[in-house]
């Protein structure tokens, strides 16, 4: 037997946006495919920059 250094590179998808992330340690955001999708699966950046929109009161007639 030869002796091979390819080792099977186990990919998952990613929470968040599905792509597909190589389980490897140069994946450092594993299993995200990125920093943002790490943050949005936290919901740390949900305060800053994903405000849900309120409509403002209609003030109706009394
Ligand atoms: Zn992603």
Redesign the pocket.
């Known amino acids: 037997m030869t002796s091979q250094s390819n080792t099977p590179i186990k990919t998952v998808s ?1 929470p ?4 597909p992330v190589s389980w490897t340690p140069e994946s450092r955001y594993r299993p ?3 920093e ?2 790490k943050l949005i699966d936290l919901g740390q950046w949900a305060d800053e920059s994903y405000r849900v929109p309120t409509s403002p009161p209609d003030e109706l007639g009394e």
């Open positions: 990613c968040t946006c599905g792509t995200f495919c990125s943002r999708c």
